[in-house]
């Protein structure tokens, strides 16, 4: 097997802790500690994505999100550390008294461009368009899709889970749940858990993208791993559920009986979780895991986000 080459900016392995939360144990692999600038589930596919960045002698990065997007701001902070310069292509507005990861990226020096919704839709024919342009001034270019998820991206969430195995008995456990985004966290534990023949549900629950889109996504996603690196394995597609319904009110927003249980759960264990993916993703594990007794079969994957919250005080102070 031909595996990918990384460069080492996450700190690895992250704890596997076991928690409790009203009186039900579960497990929790916290992703938020992969760094603080650097923090988060994005890292894991920078590692790979800039080893090749690097290698391809990149001026400059581009890549796309939301404006509070952690993938842009781990790749604005990342690529600072290696000398590279990032332009970034965000669905939204640029604020002169900008919060969290807006914030950050621009303390980074990235470049920036806002589009509307509209725009955002055909983001990656933007990208292309103003590549071609820098293109012809000399200028290399390494354009990162979406949430980082490629089928190189993903193996940092191929190589979780041979991480993961050395903490616990994956034999023992049912499942892992995941927000999922753009799905390139899902489909790396997806192909990781095949390769090492487990058996292990990965249950997603989508915060972007509809049931249908995600499922497809992930599945073209850990596909196209298996194919592109001829990994001999086979992936049962019945280990990956989605969890849909718990964001219903829309990718930048979040109810306030959703905050709640953040803000409780923050309360009793200390851990804060972000409006956006994990604190959706934790509504769904209560639900769906912790609730029916099944929290120590099921981790639940931290996977980052602590700056959204400081970009949504107010949401989180209402429901104190
Ligand atoms: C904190 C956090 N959790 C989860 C996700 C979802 O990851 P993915 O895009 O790989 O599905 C993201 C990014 O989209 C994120 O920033």
Redesign the pocket.
């Known amino acids: 097997m031909n595996l990918p080459k990384k460069i080492n900016l996450a700190n690895l392995p992250t704890p596997l802790e076991e928690l409790a939360y009203k009186g039900k144990k579960f497990f929790i692999k916290r992703d938020d500690y992969t760094g603080l600038e650097f923090s988060?589930?994005?890292i894991r596919?920078l590692e790979y994505l800039l080893y090749q960045a690097k290698r391809s002698k990149t001026d400059v990065i581009f890549t796309c999100g939301g404006t509070q997007?952690?993938?842009c701001r781990a790749t604005a902070s990342a690529a600072a550390r290696l000398g590279i310069k990032t332009r970034l292509f965000l669905w939204g507005n640029d604020s002169n008294i900008a919060q969290g990861n807006l914030l950050l990226d621009k303390i980074y020096g990235a470049e920036i461009s806002f589009l509307n919704k509209k725009n955002y839709l055909n983001v990656n024919g933007i990208m292309t368009e103003e590549h071609e342009k820098l293109k012809k001034q000399n200028k290399n270019v390494y354009v990162i899709p979406e949430?980082g998820?490629t089928t190189l991206g993903i193996w940092g969430y191929v190589s979780f889970i041979d991480e993961l195995k050395k903490q616990i008995d994956l034999k023992k456990i049912d499942g892992i749940l995941?927000?999922?985004?753009?799905?390139?966290?899902?489909a790396g534990m997806l192909v990781g858990a095949a390769i090492n023949k487990i058996n292990l549900k990965i249950l997603a629950v989508n915060v972007?993208y509809t049931k249908e889109e995600l499922k497809r996504k992930i599945m073209l996603l850990a596909e196209g791993c298996i194919a592109g690196y001829k990994l001999n394995v086979k992936m049962n597609e019945s280990n990956l559920e989605i969890i849909d319904g718990y964001s219903t009110e829309g990718y930048k927003n979040i109810t306030d009986k959703k905050v709640k249980l953040i803000n409780d759960f923050a309360r009793s264990t200390g851990i804060i979780l972000?409006p956006?993916?994990?604190g959706k993703a934790f509504n769904a594990y209560y639900d769906n895991s912790l609730t029916k007794g099944k929290g120590k079969k099921v981790i639940f994957l931290h996977?980052?986000?602590m700056f959204g919250v400081f970009a949504n005080n107010g949401k989180y102070l209402r429901n104190l």
């Open positions: 988060g589930n994005k596919k997007s952690n993938h949430g998820s995941c927000a999922a985004g753009t799905g390139g966290t899902a972007l972000d956006a993916y994990t996977s980052g986000g």
